[in-house]
């Protein structure tokens, strides 16, 4: 497999020489779909708390309502949504809320700021999630989870089963995180006993555009993940395609031709809202496309 510098959003171990490289057109002809969405106008200058906390505020004081089913998303936006959700539940400002947690931080987050909570099943009936998003696609709102590392507890098909389950979907991120040609790496799940091959295809896929690493369990192990490769609490490997070209938005539809691939990091969802924070204001915009005027 062949090893390439990615520029990728967050911090990855995944780096290399940029010397290697590889100039090789994308083989996939593969182009942006554009869609037409309402903007809302920035807010006022942020006067207190980080825009992660304002994003996290507006999250909850817009979506969240009293009687929901609330899926309680990872990161440090989501984190910041969920105490504050908690204390909203204690002052009595909201009530009879259930959470579904999708993590087990989120859990521990939820249970330590008095929320009660529910397991997900296929049943579950789920009226609004928040989450926070590696990566979000000015436009087409195509958001990407699972950068950082899980714990083996944790589950992005569960993650992405509960995002996909519920009725209304907001993601929260920062505006270095929203961008018209995003760039980084996409987390995908492949069988483990096959994992070689099915890396194979991908990197044949993308040719010269992305590189593909088996996610390490422990340290930076390399392309090939090392003696402790990560092992998901379903079974299944992760392997990393870090892209040195601009993410394209059909690249889920490429990666689900593949055979091995069980689930992969991408979110596309009908209705989404994403909550952008920035020092100057946060920016509201949805794929509510038949709510325009």
């Given amino acids: 497999m062949r090893v390439a510098m990615a520029a990728s959003l967050s911090a990855s171990p995944y780096t290399c020489s940029s010397k290697s490289i590889l100039l090789r057109k994308f083989r996939p002809k593969i182009k942006f779909r554009r869609n037409c969405f309402r903007i809302s106008a920035s807010t006022s200058v942020l006067a207190d708390g980080s825009p992660l906390l304002q994003a996290a505020k507006h999250t909850v004081d817009a979506y969240v309502k009293s009687g929901m089913v609330i899926g309680l998303g990872s990161g440090q936006a989501s984190g910041m949504a969920i105490g504050y959700l908690g204390r909203l539940l204690r002052t009595g400002a909201l009530k009879d809320i259930v959470g579904i947690p999708m993590s087990i931080t989120s859990a521990s987050e939820a249970a330590k700021a008095g929320i009660p909570l529910d397991q997900f099943n296929d049943s579950s009936q789920i009226d609004f999630s928040f989450d926070d998003a590696d990566i979000m696609e000015e436009g087409t709102l195509i958001a990407v989870i699972g950068h950082r590392k ?51 295809e991908i990197d044949d896929l993308f040719l010269g555009d992305a590189e593909v690493w088996r996610r390490p369990s422990i340290g930076h192990a390399g392309p090939l993940g090392g003696d402790f490769p990560f092992v998901t609490r379903e079974g299944h490997n992760i392997l990393d395609v870090i892209f040195t070209s601009p993410i394209s938005s059909l690249v889920a539809e490429s990666l689900e031709q593949i055979d091995g691939i069980v689930d992969h990091g991408v979110i596309s969802k009908f209705p989404c809202t994403a909550v952008i924070a920035s020092e100057s204001g946060l920016q509201i915009v949805d794929n509510l496309q038949r709510n325009m005027v």
């Fill in 150 to 200: 899980p714990q083996v507890e944790d589950s992005i098909i569960q993650e992405k089963s509960i995002l996909n389950a519920s009725n209304q979907l907001a993601f929260m991120v920062k505006d270095s995180q929203y961008m018209g040609g995003p760039e980084g790496s996409i987390p995908v799940l492949v069988n483990s006993l096959n994992w070689m091959q099915t890396a194979e």
